[in-house]
């Protein structure tokens, strides 16, 4: 399956995504949060904000063809 | 005492006299400083009903223990007196280097009284104080007011003034420091302007007093030791990209408010997000004093016709000049930025007026000729024109001086103002972020982010992630954040700073490293229980305030279309802001009677009792 993927500020550089930390990823069907960030090289241990379609998600919600994803740290200040 | 100086500077604007005011240490451990010192003083000495412009109604400055310590980000002042926009309480915060100054020159704050008859500046040399004319600048940016000032009393001297937007009483006007740092909201710089008060120039070389010096450097060692360490490997986003990277979130979300808060997803928004602030218009960044952070961002625009340099814009001023307006032209923000801050405007309500204004113009509402010009969402070049005219009140900026519930009302519409308490929204979409919008309602001055700001944990993971959507769960922590900001507020810290690295990382957020760092400072020996308390004190010394001048439960409101029309779009669709079923549930919380009032057993418990003339009378 395919999912959208955009990452922001310094998840950008961090992750494996070419086209300026936006782009498509292919996964195995039935992929996780957390199998996503391991295919991006992202840490898993760095604090950070998943939301898949625009709700947040834990790194254990399974993914589905088509779902957009953004990632990006956590900010001190709005 | 220690880490306070115990002296507030009181000056009479009326009869030109100073005098210097101590402070019992019972009445600082209970207030804590800054904004709990404010609330204090407004309960003793305001009418609640009073006329915000009248001379009785005082314009008090705080600073709190930690300000001027080098705790980190211990930068900060509260300006705390009755609102001309909102005609309740308000408080605005401001950081920057002057409210450092005005603590190493020996005080914990200055309390103004009265009216001066001609235009005059205070001017502080550490223990010398002064009241000087000011005729001469009168009409003068905040830019030149600062330049003069410094010329004339020393180059190293801070300053904290109005421009022409405080001395017209527009009533969003700004106090601004160190040029570029604004005690922005509710219109405080219109009270600074309505007492002939053009500016606070102070100088300080003293040291402020540390009650154990070795264990507060300490305590300053490891928590610099532990920023270094979580941004070892790539530094602070507020950092590189300002508070501006926030659009990315707020976006994501369907929270960003669009076109009046019409919706929450905005179409340009790539263009004005903090990453793109970065790649076009970013010089360099500023901290503020003993800030590891470092979010100011120094800009400057070279695209005509919005030439300019300056500071900004945040995040807020994105959103207000931004997408709220319709605005995606970068450029265009900036400049009416920096028109805010030379003429001395709160960037959030300038926004929000202009994007009422907006919508009133396409509904039919506002008649072409009286803005003088076809008024449309997206039209930059009319947001910059009109942040000009509103500052100098000129033709229909003298409509938009007034705010937009006022401007609204006088066009047969007050629903479109998108405020609580007559204050504007701060940049979240209360339909997909509930506990914001219950802040926005409980808000004592209004709708602010900065009185709890549960974005933090609805959106941005800090300290973790509760779902925006939820609504049953948010009284107890939006009750629980609101003290905490009342906390950090009173000492004198940066809430940036404060939530990620002096609470307990839990989401009742316990404020251990804040109490760590008063407790070296002052001495006071606060326990955890005791330092919550005040925070809870605080927030009920505010609202026992506003009951006084008749707010209550019909106040804690919010637009309609926040109540009853559905977000059409976003991750919140279909979603209204469930305020009613949490503010029952909330006053529960708080101890307050369903009209939203605190109770006698409530007051008393937070020693408040004496300070309520009505309450010791009652049986």
Redesign the interface.
């Known amino acids: 399956m395919e999912v959208r993927v955009?990452l922001?500020?310094?998840f950008?550089?961090?992750g494996r995504l070419e086209g300026g930390g936006r782009g498509s990823v292919v996964i195995p069907d039935g992929s996780d949060v957390e199998r996503l960030l391991v295919e991006l090289g992202l840490p898993l241990d760095a604090?950070?904000?998943v939301?898949v379609?625009?709700?947040?998600a834990p790194l254990t919600l399974v993914l589905n063809d088509g779902d957009d994803v953004?990632i990006?740290?956590?900010?001190?200040?709005? | 005492m220690k880490g306070w100086h115990g002296r507030i500077l009181r000056v009479d604007l009326d009869s030109g006299r100073t005098w210097e005011e101590t402070l019992d240490a019972k009445t600082a451990k209970e207030f804590i400083g800054g904004r709990g010192f404010g609330i204090r003083y407004l309960l003793k000495e305001a009418d609640p009903k009073g006329d915000p412009f009248c001379g009785k109604n005082p314009l008090i400055m705080m600073a709190g223990p930690l300000t001027g310590t080098g705790a980190p980000t211990g930068a900060r002042y509260m300006v705390t007196t009755l609102s001309p926009l909102t005609g309740a309480i308000t408080c605005s915060n401001s950081g920057g280097m002057f409210p450092a100054e005005l603590r190493k020159a020996g005080w914990d704050g200055i309390i103004f009284q009265g009216k001066s008859s001609s235009p005059v500046y205070l001017w502080v040399d550490g223990e010398r104080v002064e009241l000087r004319d000011a005729t001469g600048i009168w009409g003068k940016t905040t830019h030149e007011t600062d330049d003069i000032l410094r010329a004339e009393t020393h180059p190293q001297a801070r300053v904290s003034c109005i421009g022409p937007a405080g001395e017209r009483l527009v009533r969003f006007a700004a106090i601004m420091n160190d040029k570029h740092r604004a005690a922005g909201r509710s219109g405080v710089g219109a009270v600074m302007g309505s007492k002939n008060l053009k500016a606070v120039v102070v100088r300080g070389t003293g040291k402020v007093p540390i009650h154990d010096p070795k264990a507060f450097k300490e305590i300053n060692g490891k928590l610099m030791k532990r920023f270094k360490e979580t941004y070892k490997n790539?530094?602070?986003?507020?950092r590189?990209?300002g508070?501006a990277?926030?659009v990315?979130?707020?976006q994501?979300?369907?929270v960003f408010p669009t076109r009046n808060f019409q919706t929450g997803s905005f179409e340009g928004w790539e263009a004005i997000h903090g990453?793109t602030l970065t790649r076009t218009f970013l010089v360099g960044h500023r901290a503020c004093f003993a800030c590891p952070?470092s979010?100011g961002r120094v800009t400057r625009v070279e695209e005509p016709p919005f030439e300019g340099e300056g500071e900004g814009p945040e995040?807020?001023t994105i959103y207000a000049l931004g997408s709220d307006c319709g605005v995606d032209n970068l450029a265009a923000i900036t400049k009416a930025n920096y028109i805010c801050n030379e003429l001395g405007l709160d960037t959030i309500s300038m926004g929000s007026t202009i994007a009422c204004a907006m919508e009133l113009s396409e509904k039919g509402y506002l008649p072409e000729k009286d803005v003088g010009r076809k008024l449309r969402f997206g039209d930059a070049e009319a947001l910059v024109e009109l942040t000009r005219m509103t500052g100098y009140r000129e033709g229909f900026g003298d409509v938009l001086a007034e705010g937009s519930l006022r401007m609204a009302t006088k066009y047969g519409h007050p629903e479109l103002a998108m405020v609580a308490k007559g204050q504007d929204f701060a940049?979240?979409e209360p339909r997909g972020e509930q506990g914001m919008g219950l802040a926005y309602a409980t808000s004592p001055i209004g709708a602010s982010?900065m009185r709890g700001?549960p974005?933090?944990f609805e959106?941005?993971?800090?300290p973790c992630?509760v779902?925006?959507?939820t609504w049953k769960d948010k009284p107890p922590v939006v009750a629980k954040w609101q003290d905490l900001f009342c906390i950090i507020d009173s000492a004198g810290l940066c809430?940036?700073?404060s939530?990620?690295n002096l609470i307990k990382p839990e989401l009742m957020a316990p404020p251990v490293g804040i109490m760590e760092l008063l407790n070296a400072a002052t001495g006071a020996d606060y326990t955890l229980r005791e330092l919550e308390k005040a925070g809870e004190r605080i927030f009920n010394a505010e609202r026992l305030f506003l009951a006084r001048a008749g707010f209550s439960r019909k106040d804690d409101t919010l637009p309609p279309r926040m109540l009853r029309e559905p977000l059409p779009e976003?991750?919140?669709k279909g979603m209204v802001c469930h305020l009613e079923e949490m503010l029952e549930d909330y006053y529960r919380v708080r101890g307050w009677d369903q009209d939203g009032i605190p109770t006698r057993e409530k007051l008393e418990e937070l020693g408040l009792l004496e300070l309520d003339p009505s309450g010791p009378k009652e049986k």
């Open positions: 955009r922001f500020a310094n950008r550089e961090l604090p950070k904000v939301l379609n625009g709700r947040n953004a990006f740290p956590p900010v001190e200040g709005g | 790539s530094p602070p986003p507020l590189v990209h508070t990277v926030t990315m979130a707020t994501n979300y369907g990453e952070i979010c995040y807020e940049g979240y982010h700001d974005a933090y959106l941005l993971g800090v992630n779902d925006p959507l809430v940036f700073y939530v990620r976003g991750p919140g």
